[in-house]
């Protein structure tokens, strides 16, 4: 909401400034930045101005800010549903997929309730794999810059890509490659350029390797020791994902199929992203749902998969933030009632979160391997997904 405001006014908003006498509320006392690259701020900007800037009514603009994410939750079942039936799922897979994503509670609470972006990052994400497999990598390539310019969480995705197009055409690698730099640049760059914003967040990724928690195996290392008092050179533990995406890279060095393994192989390249991070938010597993439905609903995972991947992580986040603090626009002693909660019951929920955090290691490495254990095409076959004709190309309707 503060950055909605920053934006539209002319401001930068990653600069931060007390609000609180702008929105007449104590919510906004204090001052903070957004942690997120432009696309969001800007389109934030523009809900401001339809909104808030015309009618100063807080639950209003709050529902606003919603709206994106609620259309997303809403896109991404109807693109999975889309999916599932040109793979030869079947309409009443197809139909059950749509039903299981419009109401998935997890979906509902992180993106309705709380309002964060993933869906929309998972819903650009899928739409640039389809629009891979359907022999269009320039469009694909845009999309998925915009998804990663949302949030960067979708980023192991690109390797996937480039093996898909190197194993066809090293050309089309390269062209693919330089025409994601070039969206990510006018996505991520290019807004700091036109509208002078101070640049300094481009100079402070290296937090990205020194947060810990959440949903990482480091709230299990907090059961023994704060990650904060470790000593020497712990923060290494952040660069962790680096060697082991590179590795799993090396594990496709057979190749990538059509739409249906580049699904897979892009949820195990998210899933080994995600499981040696030292930061992992919860609702950044929203982009793992689509994926890990599909395969599901293919035959190609465990029923159980897809329950898993969303139930942990709804338990987690009961445990790691009260529910109360999304209703600090009505209630503004939320914030304060739910800290105080989390202070006085912290040793025993952080038992819990650990434990949840030991189950999604499990889970998560347990459908890793399933993914990369998927037999390759016979012989003299070339491998491609069901409802794929044999010239490659995705008869979308």
Known sequence: MATGYLVGTGHSPYAALDLAAVFHHTGFGTASVIGYPPPWPLA?????????ALWQNLVVYNLALKLPVIAANVGLAYLVAAVLDNLGAGRAAARKAWVLLLLNPFLIYVGAAWGQIDAIVAVLALAALVLLSARRPA?????LALAVCFKPIAAPIVLVALVYLAGRSPRRALGYAAVFVAGAFAFYVAPFLVFGWDASPLRQLNAHFVMSGTMSFMTVVRLLRDPLLMQGHWWLLGLAWIPALLVAVVALRHGVGELDDLVRKSAALVLVFYLTRTWLAEP?????LPLVLILTSLGELDRRAFTAIWLIPLAF??????????????????????????????????????????????????????????????????????????DGVVPWS
């Open 139 to 143: 469009a694909a390539a845009l999309m």
């Open 284 to 288: 950044n597993v929203v982009l793992l």
């Open 317 to 390: 986040t009961l445990f790691n933030a009260s529910p109360l603090q999304l209703l600090f626009v009505t209630w503004p002693g939320a914030m304060a009632t739910s800290l105080a909660v989390v202070a006085r019951y912290g040793d025993v929920t952080l038992v819990v979160r650990a434990v949840l955090v030991i189950a999604w290691q499990v889970v998560g490495w347990g459908i890793v391997v399933a993914c990369f254990r998927k037999k390759p095409a016979a012989a003299g076959q070339p491998a491609r997904a069901p409802g794929v004709a044999a």
């Open 44 to 52: 934030l900007g523009l809900i401001y101005r339809g909104t808030y």
